[in-house]
């Protein structure tokens, strides 16, 4: 991958060259980092967007299979890493581990937020098929509730320090659906 930065006259140069096959990134404007995450064997890498050292690098190698991760969210100053083989776990600025769930489910890309004290999540059972939406303690890990979901979710927003807005698709049609913590329960707001 290549990245390159503009000058004042929005004229670009060369920064710097990642070898790697990359799948998506991140930038963080307070700590001046940028975070680049591999597809099947590159890192994570962290680079100081100053002057284009590599601050921490994360193999993108995998005991299971080739592919080590899935998707990048970046939240709070966070990196969320959502792993092939089901986990996720979040790194600060400089690439140190702060965060991490094992489950038996697939967390799915794009389909987690973190929302006060936990980090919510869709999660794929293999055996037998089922879709969840699950609630996780932040920073611990722990599971707290878990849900049944009648829908993919493809992006999650916060609605209230309770609730998150769940927009995805069932059966062929959009749907946006409320997920209620106090409660847990999704409640569908719009087909």
């Known amino acids: 991958v290549s990245?390159?930065?503009?000058?004042?006259?929005q004229g670009y140069s060369?920064?710097?060259?990642?070898?790697?096959?990359?799948?998506?990134?991140s930038l963080s404007s307070r700590h001046q980092r940028l975070n680049i995450l591999g597809k099947n064997s590159g890192p994570f890498t962290v680079l100081d967007s100053k002057n284009g050292s590599i601050i921490n690098e994360i193999s993108g190698l995998c005991p299971i299979g080739n592919?080590?991760?899935e998707h990048l969210h970046f939240q709070d100053e966070l990196n969320f890493i959502s792993y092939h083989d089901g986990q996720?776990?979040?790194y600060d600025a400089d690439g140190l581990q702060q965060f991490e769930i094992e489950e038996d489910g697939y967390f799915r890309p794009n389909a987690l937020y973190r929302l006060g004290n936990y980090l919510v999540a869709e999660i794929l059972y293999l055996n037998?098929?089922?879709?969840?939406?699950?609630?996780f303690f932040y920073p611990s890990g722990v599971q707290?509730?878990?849900a049944s979901l009648d829908m993919n979710i493809l992006s999650?927003?916060?609605k209230s320090d309770d609730e998150l807005y769940l927009f995805g698709h069932s059966n062929g049609m959009a749907v946006v659906e409320i997920f209620d913590l106090r409660i847990n329960r999704t409640t569908p707001v719009r087909t």
């Open 67 to 69: 592919q080590c991760f």
């Open 3 to 9: 990245i390159f930065e503009l000058d004042s006259l």
């Open 156 to 158: 999650i927003f916060r």
């Open 128 to 135: 037998p098929p089922l879709r969840k939406i699950g609630a």
């Open 144 to 146: 707290t509730l878990e």
């Open 88 to 90: 996720v776990k979040a």
């Open 14 to 25: 060369l920064f710097k060259n990642l070898n790697g096959d990359y799948l998506s990134s």
